[in-house]
């Protein structure tokens, strides 16, 4: 048995005799923060964060300890819709770039791909992405969780980076927009997001922040289709 799996286990046991006895909220806290550091320290840490998460749903702990509401990671969703008017294989070809978010998002300065996942920049890769400043962080390491081109979806996930976005998680799809008579062809982006909520903000402060940029680098990427059409770039 593995060093971290013997901590764990021993950790499940000291956390069942507690509830038993209703141990204080500060003993049950103390615990909670020890199961963290264990699973910080451990190589299978989605399994022993599965089984905390399992111990923490029983709802009579939660009544009996407030804290641990604190100390859990509390999360918060959103999604934005933006409609651009331009034919989807342009937008989701300037989407789909990986490897050059700065085209429309105004935020990046720079991108590196860091790993190049399937040797085509596709799914499992890997980008440190440098930030402009004047926004909280300086960079972001960002992975591509999936990109299906037949469905027009893109996944990306923040795992690591100095910026605000702890633990986030996007998901855009795009879709061609039913246009009516004469009227130009138009294409329907939705990007829906989780993310951690930071300490001493609320839910609604952090929706509205990462509501703003999303908002913002949609709207960029929707003067960037414009311009390239106005250009003849595109067909």
């Not at 069942?16 to 909220?25: C, F, L, M, P, V």
């Not at 009544?63 to 990671?73: A, F, G, S």
């Amino acid at each position: 048995m593995s060093v971290c799996r013997s901590k764990y286990l021993t950790w499940t046991d000291k956390l069942k005799e507690n509830i038993r006895r209703d141990t204080s909220s500060s003993g049950l806290c103390s615990l909670l923060r020890y199961a963290f550091e264990i699973n910080k320290s451990c190589e299978n840490s989605k399994l022993y964060t599965k089984h905390l998460i399992n111990q923490l749903k029983d709802k009579s702990i939660f009544k009996r300890n407030r804290k641990w509401k604190v100390l859990t990671k509390k999360r918060c969703r959103s999604t934005v819709i933006e409609t651009i008017e331009a034919p989807l294989p342009l937008v989701w070809s300037i989407l789909r770039r990986f490897d050059k978010p700065q085209a429309y998002k105004r935020f990046v300065k720079s991108c590196t791909i860091r790993n190049d996942g399937d040797g085509e920049r596709g799914e499992g890769s890997v980008r440190d992405v440098k930030l402009v400043s004047g926004v909280p962080g300086d960079f972001s390491t960002e992975r591509l969780d999936k990109l299906d081109d037949e469905s027009h979806v893109m996944v990306v996930s923040i795992i690591g980076g100095n910026q605000r976005l702890v633990n986030y998680r996007s998901k855009t799809k795009v879709v061609a927009s039913s246009p009516e008579e004469d009227e130009k062809e138009k294409t329907v982006v939705v990007e829906s997001y989780a993310v951690d909520v930071p300490e001493g903000n609320s839910e609604e402060d952090t929706i509205l922040f990462v509501d703003t940029i999303t908002r913002y680098n949609l709207s960029s990427l929707a003067k960037l289709t414009k311009k390239m059409m106005e250009q003849s770039l595109y067909g």
